[in-house]
């Protein structure tokens, strides 16, 4: 069995979809995305999906990449094999004819590593030097990039030729925080495996309030960074009570606060109402996503401002009665620009 792709969003979808029909083509393919949404994954699938499943599959790091790549040895495929016969079969596309190379990294290519690789996409298997007999070698090639080649073409970074010999198939994998509804899927998925794995420990529950943090937060570090999150607090003991400083509150953008402690702060607000009365106009012409986040930042700013008040702007003891982190609730004060009234100003 192969990895799954986790994910319900569109783009998810369109991924899945695109691998069912390309995989057994043999077409080139380009892999872009930011560092840690999943590149090798789809590269996994679309392995275990084509018609090259169980011949040889090598991997390399353009970042590493020295010598040139018709002088690199993969002999170890054939660990029987002596020293002469390893040199004789060094040949990279040789030995993996029929097999499949994915070249991770690719927009870290060396100009004359993009210019060695050329040829062998435009000869359909010929050598790739000069020096070497012409050979017949079927060679799947994979490519990956953080950055976008096409911009690197027209900045001049990237050989033109080489881009769209090897992006015949362009699969575009979103960051995660452009596809939120994939984040509590993802959390769940990866909440049992990793329970599962380590028989000691039980599966953390995660409440509501946690999860639409987790759900507004900006994932700089992608799905890699959501695993690694799991994983600590997996082995964390007891229950998570502050999911914003496991995750750093400097990179956080969310709006959400417990929905028991809104529903008690509308029902003692007299005034709560007037703040949507303000802005009734403005909601009407918002699209949905814009209009929610409109109106629960209007919640959490009246009932944030209505603890600091009550406490005399003692935002110690405000923290503990809205249960958010100290950091939190300063992180909020500021993005929601609550100001103290003349009373508290001193």
């Known amino acids: 069995m192969f990895p799954p792709i986790i994910g319900e969003s569109q783009c998810i979808q369109n991924i899945k979809t695109l691998i069912g029909k390309i995989a057994k083509t043999g077409e080139n393919i380009l ?27 090598v991997k390399l790091n353009c970042a590493g990449l020295t010598e040139s790549l ?16 390893s040199q004789k079969k060094s040949r990279l596309f040789d ?35 000069d020096l070497q007999a012409p050979v017949s070698a079927d060679v799947w090639m ?22 769209f010999r090897l992006s015949t198939v362009r699969i575009d994998i979103d960051p995660l925080r452009e596809r939120p509804d994939d984040i509590p899927i993802l959390i769940d998925y990866y909440n049992k495996k990793y329970a599962s794995n380590n028989h000691t420990r039980k599966r953390k529950a995660i409440n509501r309030g946690a999860m639409e943090v987790l759900r507004a937060y900006k994932w700089p570090g992608n799905v890699r960074e959501l695993q690694n999150l799991l994983k600590r607090i997996i082995f964390l ?13 400097a990179e956080v953008d ?16 007299d005034n709560f109402s007037d703040y ?11 699209p949905y996503k814009k209009a929610k986040r409109k109106i629960v930042d209007l919640v959490e700013r009246a009932l944030i401002s209505n603890v ?13 009665i809205l249960d958010l982190s100290y950091k939190t609730l300063l992180w909020k004060i500021r993005d929601l620009d609550i100001q103290p009234t003349e009373r508290w100003e001193k």
């Open 237 to 249: 003991e007891g229950k998570i009570e502050n999911i914003s400083d496991l995750i750093g509150t």
């Open 254 to 269: 969310y709006r959400s606060v417990d929905n028991e402690i809104i529903k008690e702060t509308i029902t003692q607000s």
């Open 31 to 57: 892999i872009c995305g930011e560092t840690g949404v999943g590149k090798d994954l789809v590269v996994q699938n679309l392995y275990h999906q084509s018609n090259r499943m169980g011949k040889p599959f």
């Open 70 to 85: 018709s002088e690199i040895d993969i002999s170890y495929f054939d660990n029987s094999a002596t020293q002469e016969t």
């Open 142 to 163: 994979i490519f990956s990039s953080n950055r976008d080649l096409k911009k690197m073409v027209e900045a001049g970074e990237f050989n033109e030729r080489l881009y």
């Open 95 to 129: 030995k993996i004819s029929s097999g499949t190379l994915y070249l991770d990294n690719a927009d870290l290519l060396s100009p004359s590593h993009q210019l060695e690789i050329l040829p062998f996409l435009e000869n359909d298997g010929h050598p790739i030097s």
């Open 276 to 286: 949507f009365k303000l802005h009734e106009s403005e909601l009407k012409t918002l």
């Open 308 to 320: 600091l008040a009550e406490t005399g702007w003692n935002r110690s003891k405000a923290s503990k």
